[in-house]
């Protein structure tokens, strides 16, 4: 016979709390993806970023408000818009759209996370890709970021830990 683990209101909380963030991070890229961003090809071919700022702010209103942010970027940000969530802080934003956006442009723009710094670039396996739906991408002249000074995508994503929790929660309600 097996024997049920106890567990504490406080794991319980923990758990929801990295639930709630898997989903509001699943809700925010079928957003993302809706408008048409996210679709990161491989950056193969030369091209730039020409961000459009106060004339788009597209990234900001569509894929903001779960910006994950650094524990050393913390103290440059205002932290009434700042939320724990599960083990990350992250940027708050209602339906998509980033707290700190404002007339289509960042209000902390010298102070941004390195998320949003390095937008539309991502490094993924080492290998650089970019959103091919972001605006301001020009395939005029080459000012591609080298990927070994880009975050790792799966940095941005705390999916392993929250796959784990969600298990744990499958297997104490089955």
Known sequence: MLRRRNHTQTEDNHITGHLIHLFKLVKCVLRARRAGLLRLRRAKTPMRLE??????????????????????????????????????????????VCSLLKDNACSCYPNRPKGCREYPWYNVNGRLYYDRGCPGMKFDNDSRPNPDELTPIAEYFTTFSLIRSLICVMLRAW
């Open 51 to 96: 961000c459009l700022a106060g004339k788009c702010g597209l990234c900001c209103s569509v894929m903001g408000g779960q910006v994950v942010v650094k524990p050393s970027e913390v103290p440059f940000l205002p932290s009434q818009h700042l939320e724990k969530q599960g083990s990350a802080i992250v940027i708050m934003g209602g339906h998509g």
